[in-house]
């Protein structure tokens, strides 16, 4: 009989040991909490992972989790090599569509897109209740809030939609982002960000196909792999250097600002982050508000 996993990682242990330190036979993380405003170091086995995340009462083979697996294992070669070459030229094809399969996944496996998903609910829920609605269509919002209904919903798109993500990030321009200052990078419990300079419509400028588009993940705590919008960016390089501690800085704000909880580091300093949850304390609360329905 296979033994199933009690406590599910949305983040791969594998991926967070490259922010790591190694001791006593352990990979540790510095981590900073939002919620407590405090930071401690962290086995990597017990951080970005809960109890059952995925598990539906359905899926006794625990498919998802067999699935994400799936998907971490054709990743990881392909990782290590970008990690050793720093230039994903070198990468074949089929490294390059494990790569982008695995951003696709990390993007909406994690308890943040949850937590985003909860929230676009209740914030339609509140919306429509302002409407002359049948009874049965309110208590079916009702319980599309719940915890097993988001939950659900999540795995849903996790079996259904990566494809399709992957399939759109594929087509956007690679950029390699090489961080040449003493600061380093870091990264979080929801590592791949998205960022639009561009477009600033007050609805969707985030989306894969949106002009000016931009999706930031942390390699290491010295690369950074930017996938974005393919017309807008066609001029830039492969490869850009970090050499101003301010681009730094930016990145890892984004980490910040789009984790639920907890943010990793090699280094023990998070001034930044302090003084990110001082002056915007809803960065803070897990049960933030992320979305606006109007």
Same mark, same amino acid.
């Given at each position: 009989?296979?033994?199933?996993?009690?406590?599910?990682?949305?983040?791969?242990?594998?991926?967070?040991?490259?922010?790591?330190?190694?001791?006593?036979?352990?990979?540790?993380?510095?981590?900073?909490?939002?919620?407590?405003?405090?930071?401690?170091?962290?086995?990597?086995?017990?951080?970005?992972?809960?109890?059952?995340?995925?598990?539906?009462?359905?899926?006794?083979?625990?498919?998802?989790?067999?699935?994400?697996?799936?998907?971490?294992?054709?990743?990881?070669?392909?990782?290590?090599?970008?990690?050793?070459?720093?230039?994903?030229?070198?990468?074949?094809?089929?490294?390059?569509?494990?790569?982008?399969?695995?951003?696709?996944?990390?993007?909406?496996?994690?308890?943040?897109?949850?937590?985003?998903?909860?929230?676009?609910?209740?914030?339609?829920?509140?919306?429509?209740?302002?409407?002359?609605?049948?009874?049965?269509?309110?208590?079916?919002?009702?319980?599309?809030?719940?915890?097993?209904?988001?939950?659900?919903?999540?795995?849903?798109?996790?079996?259904?939609?990566?494809?399709?993500?992957?399939?759109?990030?594929?087509?956007?321009?690679?950029?390699?982002?090489?961080?040449?200052?003493?600061?380093?990078?870091?990264?979080?419990?929801?590592?791949?960000?998205?960022?639009?300079?561009?477009?600033?419509? +007050?609805?969707?400028?985030?989306?894969?196909?949106?002009?000016?588009?931009?999706?930031?993940?942390?390699?290491?705590?010295?690369?950074?792999?930017?996938?974005?919008?393919?017309?807008?960016?066609?001029?830039?390089?492969?490869?850009?250097?970090?050499?101003?501690?301010?681009?730094?800085?930016?990145?890892?704000?984004?980490?910040?600002?789009?984790?639920?909880?907890?943010?990793?580091?090699?280094?023990?300093?998070?001034?930044?982050?302090?003084?990110?949850?001082?002056?915007? +304390?809803?960065?803070?609360?897990?049960?933030?508000?992320?979305?606006?329905?109007?």
């Amino acid at each position: 009989m296979a033994i199933k996993a009690k406590i599910e990682h949305y983040v791969p242990r594998f991926y967070l040991s490259n922010f790591s330190i190694f001791q006593a036979k352990k990979h540790l993380l510095n981590c900073f909490d939002k919620v407590q405003g405090k930071s401690f170091r962290v086995d990597i086995a017990n951080i970005a992972a809960e109890r059952r995340f995925y598990d539906e009462a359905s899926d006794v083979n625990q498919s998802v989790e067999k699935t994400l697996g799936n998907y971490e294992s054709v990743f990881n070669a392909a990782y290590e090599r970008l990690l050793k070459f720093k230039n994903f030229r070198v990468l074949k094809k089929a490294e390059r569509n494990a790569i982008i399969f695995f951003i696709a996944s990390q993007e909406v496996r994690t308890r943040e897109f949850r937590e985003s998903l909860k929230d676009s609910i209740t914030q339609l829920s509140k919306r429509l209740s302002r409407e002359n609605l049948s009874e049965d269509f309110r208590k079916q919002m009702k319980e599309a809030q719940t915890d097993e209904s988001v939950k659900s919903l999540q795995v849903d798109i996790l079996r259904e939609q990566v494809p399709t993500y992957a399939a759109i990030m594929a087509k956007m321009k690679w950029v390699i982002m090489e961080n040449r200052t003493s600061s380093p990078l870091w990264t979080s419990d929801h590592p791949v960000n998205r960022v639009n300079f561009i477009d600033h419509s +007050p609805y969707g400028s985030l989306g894969l196909l949106k002009t000016g588009i931009q999706i930031h993940f942390p390699l290491n705590s010295t690369l950074v792999l930017c996938l974005c919008d393919p017309v807008t960016f066609r001029h830039f390089p492969d490869r850009l250097e970090i050499a101003d501690p301010q681009n730094v800085v930016f990145q890892n704000s984004l980490q910040v600002n789009q984790s639920t909880r907890h943010v990793f580091s090699v280094d023990d300093n998070f001034a930044l982050a302090e003084r990110m949850i001082k002056d915007n +304390p809803e960065l803070r609360r897990v049960d933030r508000k992320r979305h606006d329905v109007r």
